[in-house]
């Protein structure tokens, strides 16, 4: 019988935190028509369609990433303990990302969302990405997090270590859940049928 060992407390914290991206994006989209799901506020706004696309594109890009980084540092067994710290830069992104905005970044043109989409789509790829993250993370329990090094899809040659590019995927998530809500709440917001 295979039995599972406990998360490390780092990636036990990134669980919870993919966890409640499924709860709010369920709540902010859920029961949305499409029209609602699509509205924006202006021209230069993303409605929380896009922002839900956004985060399902750059997810299953880094999910990609993180299987082959992770397969190749368990055959190479890059094992470790904690606790992992980000480093200066780390803790700069992270500081950079999480909402509200401090600085906007634009998108990178593989990562633009586009309009029209059906919420009966977006919102479960969303769901079911968390998921795949959090597989990821099992993945991830007994490596050196803070040795292995990641690239990051859609900015070149940059490669992050393991912890931060985890914990960035978490905030850049609650960075649009924000946005969303943003949207969500504005006063122009169309109203359900």
Sequence with gaps: MLTLSPLAPEL???DRQFESAKAEASELAGGLQ???FNWRPDARAWSIAQCLLHLNMVGHQYVRVLESSLAAARARGRTGQGPFGYGWFG???LENTEPPPKR???APRSFLPTDDQPVQSVLPTFLHLQEQLAMQLAQANGLDLAR???PAPGLGPLKLNLHVTLAWIAA???RHLWQARQV???PGFPPGH
Excluded: G, N, T
């Design 12 to 14: 036990a914290s990134l």
């Design 34 to 36: 499409d029209s609602q």
């Design 91 to 93: 803790k700069w992104i």
């Design 104 to 106: 906007k970044f634009r």
């Design 148 to 150: 292995i090094r990641v």
């Design 172 to 174: 850049h998530e609650r």
């Design 184 to 186: 969500r709440h504005h």
